[in-house]
């Protein structure tokens, strides 16, 4: 028997939410390399069932189901054909960056629920036709940051949520790897017809939800951006030497963003450079400011203990928050979290409202660099 009302409201969610013998049919939309994760996850979901996949590339969906032991689940050349021939209840959409827009509102225009890897997309408009065609179906659609979940990224929010640091006036923030050009499954990564950003897409979008996910997600009012692509022209950076033709996207970025409410955002991703890291991730408040250690190559989680500076009766303290553990389930709780959101009406875990944002700061920084000043950032109405 419930010992409170709190107790009574508990016992009846984990009801609501044990397995009731319906499996939702998930489509797989893209079978590149992290399609495996996708995949992999929701195998481990017993609510769920994989019926189909599509690529674009002939015969390249079938080797990959038959590659990780599915050959029953249906192949197709396309989204549309896909979604058009199917009966689905979601998809995962882990295609190019530039077809990311074009198969997550096609899919949710057929009433299919859609987790969308990150980045969200390549330009603002596009962010914003995806949230209009989410609205207008009533569809779930989640953007594909795992890092929410890990518990190290969940301590960073409690702390500045908190009130601990006060009213939060400068983030510095970035992040990057000093040799990691991601062409060893090929140049989707650096050709700007399929990727259309480089570093700032790829891991720049992470580094930025740490920070504004942290902070609230104030709205961006004004951006001033660099991008550059000195690394990506040398052969020894590169899985193949002919890959440098390829390469048309940044390998490093950076920026000075104004965001609402006062706060400054301070900015730098990168690929490849000389240096182990642009530095530390800082939240300075007027009470307090957090350091959030960075790594070697960005992994979605921290490089050590945060460390919370402040003053304690006059004297300055630094206190160190030790890192959490981690399962290495964070991609799990990522699908599981979409699945759960769908079947038992739950809010979208990673939503688009927050994520626009996001891709409105990424969009930008790449406007900028092209004009060479600062740019105010202006949203449309959804």
């Not at 989680?301 to 304690?312: A, C, D, E, F």
């Amino acid at each position: 028997m419930a010992t409170s009302i709190l107790d009574a409201y508990q016992t009846k969610q984990e009801e609501a939410r044990e397995f009731d013998g319906r499996k939702l049919k998930v489509g797989i939309i893209g079978t590149g390399w992290i399609a495996e994760a996708h995949l992999k996850s929701y195998e481990k979901c017993p609510d769920v069932e994989i019926v189909a996949a599509a690529d674009l590339i002939e015969g390249k969906a079938e080797a990959f189901c038959k590659q990780y032991g599915h050959p029953e689940i249906r192949c197709y050349k396309s989204h549309k054909e896909m979604l058009d021939a199917e009966e689905l209840d979601a998809v995962s959409v882990c295609t190019y960056n530039s077809t990311h827009a074009e198969c997550s509102i096609y899919a949710m225009e057929k009433g299919v629920h859609v987790l969308l890897e990150k980045p969200m997309c390549i330009t603002l408009d596009e962010a914003v036709e995806i949230c209009r065609a989410e609205k207008k179906s009533g569809a779930v659609l989640s953007i594909g940051f795992q890092p929410r979940f890990d518990e190290n990224m969940k301590m960073v929010k409690k702390i500045v949520q908190s009130g601990e640091l006060g009213e939060v006036y400068y983030i510095q923030t970035g992040g990057g790897r000093r040799h990691g050009i991601p062409t060893p499954f090929g140049t989707s990564f650096i050709e700007k017809e399929t990727a259309g950003l480089g570093a700032l897409g790829d891991i720049g979008c992470y580094s930025l939800d740490m920070v504004l996910n942290a902070v609230g997600y104030p709205k961006p009012l004004t951006v001033t951006g660099y991008t550059s692509d000195f690394f990506g022209h040398r052969p020894e950076y590169l899985e193949k030497p002919e890959y440098v033709e390829k390469f048309g996207v940044d390998d490093f970025a950076a920026a000075f963003v104004r965001l609402e409410g006062g706060i400054i955002l301070d900015f730098r991703i990168a690929w490849a450079m000389h240096m182990n890291t642009p530095g530390d991730s800082l939240i300075f408040g007027k009470e307090a400011g957090l350091r959030i250690p960075s790594t070697d190559c960005w992994n979605g989680s921290i490089g050590g203990p945060l460390k919370v500076y402040h003053n304690v009766a006059g004297i300055c303290v630094d206190t160190a928050i030790p890192e959490a553990r981690n399962k290495g389930d964070n991609f799990d709780k990522k699908i599981r979290s979409f699945i759960d959101a769908i079947k038992f009406n739950l809010p979208s875990p990673v939503p688009s409202s927050q994520i626009i944002y996001n891709q409105a700061i990424i969009d930008g920084i790449a406007r900028s660099a092209r004009l060479g000043r600062e740019i105010s950032i202006e949203i449309p109405e959804i």
